[in-house]
């Protein structure tokens, strides 16, 4: 039966072409009040002015938004989603003054993770990851791009892709898998008698493959970074997963520039991700190129780094930026994709509408996904979060809370509804 969404206070449409918003494009977000939506099965059907909607579906059942905003279901199109134990003790060490990438090199940090993720079953790795997305459902995500990346043995990197799998099955949320082989090298890697070049071997020669035929990934992701993989190796790798069908993202300039980002655009990568770091020929070659530039505020706060990504800079330039959390449990413990919007209000200086629509029709533009959701609009899956505020200026203003009342996924109420 069809739903008629009525009486909301606003509707955040987001509407306008299938694709990134780039540049002045990003401070054009439509608001519509006195308007309903309409939903039949998995898409949205209708958008409009109520008394006109109202008539025309006069069957619908009615769902009443209570003096809410509605507005598209948040995309999360970055984030570690599969691991097991928490790592609060590094966020100590580093109060201390000891780096992240220090950490990394005393065998902490992803190091940790990989040790931990090792050692666990399939069925223990899913059993913890399914509250965790439903924690970030409840605050008004309904699509979560999830990386594989702490396994760093074909083994393990398949078990966590298909925890990812299970997962999509388990939940009514949309998961778009990402196989992140290359998040590090890992530590048998480091010293003889294995060598790097062996470990970027085994993930060209036997994960991909692997991945690839089974089907279990839509991207891949590498860590390119000084210390971690060189611009060199991400050509490598990446050009290796795109013959396997692979769309391409990176973790570019995060904590150093290295020309990653400019990578990112000669490889037509969909996103390059971070970019605290980025140089300025990085930002010409994402504002000239059709790479999505994500931007994970909540990262740099977490790390206690003083510098945040360009993002005025990226969007004066012309680019298209997206909002995600990177929520993992190393650098981003956040599943509280609201508080990444108010971190982009308040440290990246954006507008509210630009923030709205980079954590909506941008984020799933960096999943490939911008004809699918992201909108409010006839045609898109009826992917939508409604929020107990009354204007969508409040959902980054009460910053921390959970305002996030009910969402839909493909017409399934997901959390709250
Ligand atoms: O996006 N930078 C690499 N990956 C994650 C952190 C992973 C971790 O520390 O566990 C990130 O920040
Ligand atoms: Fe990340």
Same mark, same amino acid.
């Given at each position: 039966m069809p739903l008629l969404f009525d009486n909301a206070a606003q509707v955040v449409t987001c509407a306008g072409p299938p694709r990134a918003r780039r540049g002045n494009e990003m401070g054009g977000l439509e608001v519509l009040t006195g308007a309903a939506v309409v939903t039949e099965g998995d898409r949205i059907v209708a958008v409009g002015p109520r008394d006109t909607v109202r008539a025309a579906h006069p069957g619908a059942a009615v769902v009443d938004c209570g003096g809410r905003v509605l507005m598209p279901g948040l995309v999360d199109s970055h984030t570690h989603g599969i691991f097991g134990k928490p790592r609060h003790e590094e966020q100590e060490l580093r109060a201390a003054g000891v780096g992240y990438m220090e950490i990394a090199k005393r065998g902490g940090g992803i190091h940790s993770s990989v040790r931990d993720l090792r050692a666990r079953s399939e069925d223990d790795l899913f059993a913890l990851a399914l509250p965790r997305l439903r924690r970030l459902a409840a605050h008004g995500t309904t699509t979560v791009e999830v990386k594989s990346g702490y396994g760093l043995t074909p083994?393990?990197?398949?078990?966590?892709?298909?925890?990812?799998?299970?997962?999509?099955?388990?939940?009514?949320?949309?998961?778009?898998? %990402?196989?992140?082989?290359?998040?590090?090298?890992?530590v048998e890697y480091r010293a003889a008698p294995r060598t790097r070049e062996e470990y970027i071997a085994l993930i060209v020669e036997d994960m991909l493959p692997r991945v690839a035929a089974e089907g279990l990934a839509a991207f891949a992701d590498i860590f390119c970074e000084p210390g971690v993989y060189t611009t060199d190796e991400a050509r490598v790798i990446l050009g290796a997963a795109r013959r396997h069908g692979l769309q391409l993202k990176l973790h570019a300039d995060e904590l150093e520039t290295a020309g990653a980002a400019e990578l990112?655009?000669?490889?037509?990568?969909?996103s390059a991700d971070h970019l605290a770091a980025v140089s300025e020929g990085g930002i010409k070659a994402l504002a000239a190129g059709q790479t999505v530039a994500t931007l994970l505020p909540g990262t740099m706060l977490f790390l206690g780094r003083p510098r945040q990504a360009?993002?005025? %800079?990226?969007?004066?330039?012309?680019?298209?930026?997206?909002?995600?959390?990177?929520?993992?449990?190393?650098? =981003?413990?956040?599943?509280?994709?609201?508080?990444?919007?108010?971190?982009?209000? =308040?440290?990246?200086?954006?507008?509210? =509408?630009?923030?709205?629509?980079?954590?909506?029709?941008?984020?799933?533009?960096?999943?490939?996904?911008?004809?699918?959701?992201?909108?409010?609009?006839p045609g898109y899956s009826a992917d939508l979060a409604l929020f107990d505020i009354e204007d969508v200026r409040e959902l980054p203003y009460w910053y921390g809370d959970q305002r996030c009342h009910a969402t839909w996924v493909r017409g399934v109420p997901a959390h709250g509804a």
């Open positions: 083994d393990d990197e398949i078990k966590s892709l298909r925890v990812i799998r299970r997962l999509q099955q388990a939940l009514p949320l949309r998961l778009v898998p %990402t196989f992140l082989g290359a998040h590090e090298i890992p990112a655009a000669e490889l037509g990568a969909v360009p993002a005025r %800079t990226l969007i004066d330039a012309g680019a298209a930026v997206a909002l995600a959390t990177d929520f993992n449990p190393g650098t =981003s413990p956040t599943v509280n994709f609201p508080l990444v919007l108010t971190l982009a209000v =308040s440290q990246l200086r954006l507008r509210v =509408s630009e923030a709205v629509l980079a954590a909506t029709v941008n984020g799933a533009a960096a999943l490939g996904l911008a004809a699918e959701t992201g909108q409010v609009a």
